[in-house]
């Protein structure tokens, strides 16, 4: 069955959870995603000839959860993911050749959660203290970086590794 164009936008535009899956062959996600502006959750996943996400993506002001798990050739995120300003938990993986999360990331003041694993070199920037990195996500409440917790808050104390601070003495 075929729906008409415009009735196929008006349910489209009003989806909330949507999975990007084996798609072996395209190279670019639509540009259109932008306009999935009810979107709350979002996982894209086995994409390998992908290279880089749409600017488009940082139209999704509703968005919730990103999660990218691709094996991909993903060479760099888009700094517009620091347009969303509802993201609340961000998962990286299989991402061998990301190198360094955007600058954007600063932005993200509601992301609670931020997990990165199998991906070398941006895992490596991203850790505690030593990595270049670190900067840019330390603002995170919980940081798990190839399993090993950088980073968690629970009722007013910061566990950072096997070290925990009072936040309301600082």
């Not at 895992?123 to 990595?131: L, Y």
Request: glycine residues 6%.
């Amino acid at each position: 069955m075929c729906l008409p164009e415009d009735e196929l936008h008006q349910h489209v535009s009003t989806l909330q959870t949507l999975k990007i899956e084996g798609c072996y062959r395209l190279a670019i996600l639509p540009h259109w995603i932008g306009n999935l502006t009810s979107l709350t959750h979002l996982k894209i996943c086995s994409f390998p000839r992908l290279k880089s996400l749409p600017e488009e993506l940082g139209s999704l002001g509703f968005l919730q959860s990103l999660s990218i798990e691709d094996r991909s050739s993903l060479i760099a995120l888009p700094d517009c993911i620091g347009s969303l300003s509802s993201l609340k938990h961000l998962e990286i993986g299989e991402c061998p050749e990301l190198k360094s999360p955007p600058e954007g990331m600063r932005s993200l003041t509601t992301l609670k959660t931020l997990e990165i694993f199998d991906c070398a070199y941006l895992s490596e920037r991203c850790r505690r203290e030593k990595g270049e990195d670190w900067p840019k996500i330390a603002h995170v409440i919980d940081i798990t970086i190839d399993g090993e917790l950088m980073q968690k808050a629970i009722t007013g104390l910061l566990f950072c590794n096997q070290y925990h601070v009072n936040m309301d003495s600082i």
